[in-house]
């Protein structure tokens, strides 16, 4: 059964563009060999993190993540068995993406382009969660 699990937590420091990168190609190549999907939208210390996969692998995933040191305040705000991912291509985006990577992650979420963007009525509530992060955290 695939499951989605969406938390926030922030990180004890703030962290530079290089050790973003690292944490991100080292995200990537472990998702892709577990087969998680999902995105990670980080703002001046505060994240959002959504995994996408098998049941135990995300659960897996997200116990370790509540091991990292580097963050603090781990909140999971969501987790749900999913039919369909809202991230199938993304073995673990984020903001700050290479430009063609950025460029398809703001079709997917129209509110990083805009962050007041009038989307409708949402009945994802994994997107839902993204722009509210989005909203409070983007001018930080």
């Known amino acids: 059964m695939k499951c989605c699990i969406v938390y926030t937590s922030c990180f004890r420091d ?9 944490m991100r ?5 472990t998702n ?8 990670l939208l980080y703002c001046n210390g505060s994240v959002i993190h959504v995994l996408e996969g098998s049941e135990a692998i995300v ?9 990292d040191y580097r963050q603090s305040l781990i909140i999971q705000l969501y987790k749900r068995p999913i039919e369909h ?5 993304w ?11 950025f460029t398809h992650l703001m079709d997917l979420l129209p509110f990083l382009k805009d962050p007041y963007f009038p989307w409708p009525k949402q009945d994802n509530d994994v997107l839902s969660l993204l ?8 001018r930080n």
């Not at 659960?59 to 993540?65: G, L, P, V």
């Not at 991912?85 to 291509?89: A, E, I, L, V």
């Not at 073995?91 to 990577?101: D, H, P, R, W």
């Open 131 to 138: 722009q509210i992060f989005y909203l409070t955290n983007y």
């Open 59 to 67: 659960e897996r995933q997200y116990k370790i993540s509540q091991k």
């Open 85 to 89: 991912r809202c991230f199938s291509n």
């Open 32 to 39: 892709q060999a577990l087969g998680i999907t999902g995105v």
């Open 91 to 101: 073995s673990m985006g984020y903001k700050t993406s290479s430009v063609s990577e």
């Open 25 to 29: 190609c080292q995200g990537q190549r």
């Open 14 to 22: 703030l962290l530079s563009i290089s050790e973003l990168t690292q």
